[in-house]
């Protein structure tokens, strides 16, 4: 086994001036610093992360909390935050709660005893208190607690976006499929500003819930049957990716016409809307950015730094509009 020794003599330097490199504390001139890390990557230097932590007071670990990971867009953002994080030196705990609070309430008590250095949470239970949590949190595109910095895109922009794309199609009829639940998150505020452009266009618009708990893709489609089937007439659809592209699959399978006979638009951006044919126009969510604030925010947090405002609203550039080959 490799120890500090070696690598202060590989290095050619002192085990002191090895630790102060290794947890980043103090002066090293940049050809001592190169030399150290030559040492570390030949030896394949592995340093002890509890005995690191005991000296620096932190571990260098963040846990990422959110319901469902097979979802489209948490699958995207996890990927970006965990490259954020990765690059500034730190390794992600990802929690997957399946929208269970119960679930949630043992990963955070997991977090806390693992004494992470942060965590960014994108789910939301009302049984939990967040502000008790004894860590530095920003939420992830959800209304913890008002001393709690949230991130998100900009989605009354998002909605504003959908809107006219409706408008400019002549649609009559649509309906917005939107989530079910308790917990009011700022991306609500995408369903406002949609129904409320719809509304002043005269355009009739159905607003649905969804009593959709997992992303489970065939449950979409029996959703997407069940639309079809109650709504005759409509000519267009709003949601989010994976349920829009449910519907259009299905619209495609009844020999509906697309956008001819009903115009399908998503929202998020994922992949879906460019696996399905024809391609989805959805609003794209700025996964670099958002991950990029949130883990800015909370390193800020961790650093005890003073926080400028306690809301970070990211701009949505427009919407993707995919060309489709014959």
Do not use: W
């Not at 942060?118 to 939301?124: A, D, E, K, L, T």
């Not at 449910?246 to 929202?267: K, N, S, T, V």
């Not at 390193?299 to 609203?313: A, C, F, P, Q, T």
């Amino acid at each position: 086994m490799v120890t500090i020794t070696d690598v202060a003599q590989a290095a050619g330097v002192s085990k002191n001036t090895v630790s102060r490199y290794l947890n980043q504390r103090g002066y090293i001139s940049d050809k001592t610093r190169a030399a150290i890390q030559a040492a570390v990557d030949e030896l394949h230097y592995q340093p002890n992360q509890i005995a690191r932590s005991l000296y620096t007071h932190k571990t260098n670990l963040i846990g990422l909390v959110i319901p469902d990971v097979e979802h489209p867009f948490f699958s995207a953002i996890t990927a970006q935050i965990e490259d954020e994080l990765d690059a500034r030196g730190y390794k992600m705990i990802l929690c997957n709660t399946l929208h269970s609070s119960k679930k949630e309430r043992k990963y955070l008590d997991l977090l806390i005893a693992n004494k992470v250095d942060g965590i960014i949470i994108g789910s939301h239970s009302i049984d939990i208190n967040y502000s008790d949590i004894d860590a530095p949190i920003v939420a992830l595109d959800r209304n913890l607690s008002e001393d709690i910095p949230v991130v998100a895109a900009d989605h009354a922009k998002g909605g504003e976006i959908a809107a006219d794309a409706f408008i400019e199609h002549g649609c009559h009829k649509v309906i917005q499929l939107v989530s079910s639940g308790y917990v009011k998150t700022p991306s609500s505020k995408r369903h406002e500003v949609f129904t409320k452009r719809m509304c002043e266009a005269g355009i009739t618009c159905i607003v649905q819930e969804l009593q959709l708990n997992q992303f489970e893709f065939q449950t979409y489609l029996k959703t997407a049957d069940e639309i079809l089937d109650s709504y005759p007439g409509l000519d267009g659809v709003f949601s989010a990716d994976p349920v829009t592209a449910a519907i259009q699959r299905q619209a495609l399978a009844r020999g509906m016409r697309i956008p001819d006979d009903i115009f399908m638009f998503g929202y998020d951006g994922t992949f879906l809307a460019e696996a399905v044919f024809p391609p989805l126009p959805t609003v794209a969510q700025p996964y670099d950015q958002i991950a990029k604030t949130v883990v800015d925010v909370l390193m800020k947090k961790i650093n005890g730094e003073k926080l400028e405002k306690m809301s970070y609203i990211i701009p949505i550039s427009g919407r993707n509009m995919p060309a489709v080959s014959n």
